[in-house]
Every structure is written in structure tokens, then in C-alpha cells.
């Protein structure tokens, strides 16, 4: 059983539900979860080689985020594990009392006009020697579903929708038989939604829950990257770990570059000092200074953030790289 700190110290009550993890995968020799097989090739490999006395002891605090994503997973669980819950919210619903009566949860044997409805039900299959395994949240009538809780920022920046299709492309791969859509629903749950952003802003989310679908790969398209992802992971397993390959700006979460141009060049070497005007283009910076006729753009790199969160970190070089704290 591994240690937990608690640092900032969070009262009790709250550090028992933060320590509490009822994950239910086992990694084995050779077996993988799907959310595992959508990290970095590097942050696998490395993640495996960590001993414990370099392993990081997790602090109580960091598990705050998944502690409230799985509270909601498990809310929206119970309720429709009980069929007296289900009912009487259909019926509050107005939902035609047909579909009521044909709902079948997590069902066997299913007859003509029954509508089945799964819940975190964890599958796996063999491909290559290696076990994939996968549990989703929730498929209605072959519509899979999966439940967020995150920022608004995560959904419009729509940075994470490859690794929500390959996730949900993995789960119907190995759920196929209850799988049937070609498209993840992706469920978001805004932790830090404003009504006053979603009456000036179109784009924003209109409302604190908001379904967002996402396309998947084709079966034969899913199995041919998971044989691409194994193939890779063997071809570095034992390699020098400077050898591995870098992550990307995609897996490091890198944020886009900004380009600041300043009136007076001068005050761009002073700490803190305030850009006349910044820019997410090198072009229109660039523009806007040629009509200045003075003036000067200074390119700010995006920042990295995926590296404050990785379990591998302690031994990897390329973080070395990058002012990630």
C-alpha cells in the first residue's frame, strides 16, 4: 500500500475522502489500461523504470480534482443503478412511459424493442502478447458517454479532443459488442462556468453542462494504432533514457506562443513591465509594428504544464529543459 502526505493539512474528514482510491486496474506483466496507452511513449517507459525511493509521495491535495470527478462518476452511478430512481426521474421528465418500461442496465440476454444501458463495466483483449484494458463511464443504445469535470478553457481550447477520440476509439475496440456509435460524447461538467461569459460570448458554453461529440477511428484504424503505440513502447523499453523520444508540445500541454509588442523597446528587458499590445500572431504583430513605424515584438514561447503532474519527472532530462513550476 503506498503513502500519501498531507501537507497543507486538510482536516480529516476531507484527507480520508481524498486518500481514498477505488481504481480498480491492475497493472500486470504486459497489460496496459487505455488511458495508460494515451500517455507519451516516454512518460510510459519512464514511469516504469521509477524506483521508490525516487517515486514522488503524493500529497492528499493533489488528488482534490479526481476526488470530484469521481464523486460525480459515482453519483450519476447510483442513480441509475436504482430502477426506482430511474422512474420516478423519467416520469418527472415526461419521458413516454414505453421507454421507461424497456430500459434494461447492464443487461444480458436482450429482447426486440429493449433499450440497454451500461455502466462502468471494464473489458479487455489481447493484441500483440499485451492486455488493453478499458472501463467507460456509461453507453446508452451504443452511444458511448463519458463524464468531465474540468475547466472551461479545456473545452474551448479543444486541445484534449484527439486523446477523447482515441480514448473512446480504444473503449469501443475492446467493447464492441456494446459500442456501437461512432462518436464519444464527451459530457463536461464546468468546474468554473459564468453565466455573465456565456451572455457575451457566443462561443462560450451556454450552460454549466454541455455534450460536446467527438468522431472516433474506425475499428481497423484503432487497432492499427495500438499496434504502432506496443511496436514503439518495445523499440525504446531498454533504451538510454536520453535515447526516448521527446514528448511533444501536445503532451507536454505546451499553451501557444504569444508575440508582445512594445511601444518603447526599452521596456522590454524590464521585469513586470507591460506590453503595449500582445499578439497570437507573428504576422500581425509584426504588421501592427511596421504602422507604428517604431517599436518592438518580442516572442513569448509557450509555457509547459504537463510536466508538473508527471509521475516520471524525477528522472527524466527533457523537463530539465523547460520553467514547468
Known sequence: MSKMTNITGISLPLAVWLANDDYDFVPGDKSISATALLK???QILLGERL???VR?????????ASSFGTAIHDSIERVWSDPKKI???LEKLN???QVTENIRINPGDLEEGEIPIWLEQRGSREIMGYTISGKFDMVVDGDLHDFKTTSVYSYLSGNKDEDYSLQGSIYRWIHHDKITSDTIKIEFMFTDWQGAQAKQNSDYPQQKLHQHSVPLLSLKETEKWIIKKLRHLEQY???DEKLIPECTDVELWRSSPVYKYYADPAKASLPNSRSTKNFDNLMEANAFR??????IVVTVPGQVKACAYCQSAPICTQKDQYNYA
Request: aromatic residues 0%.
Open 87 to 89: 422512474v420516478r426521474a
Open 51 to 53: 524506483t521508490s525511493e
Open 40 to 42: 507519451s511513449t516516454r
Open 290 to 295: 511596421a504602422s507604428k513605424g517604431k517599436g
Open 237 to 239: 523499453a531498454s533504451v
Open 56 to 64: 514522488q509521495t503524493p500529497d492528499v491535495a493533489d488528488r482534490i
Open 95 to 97: 419521458l413516454p412511459k
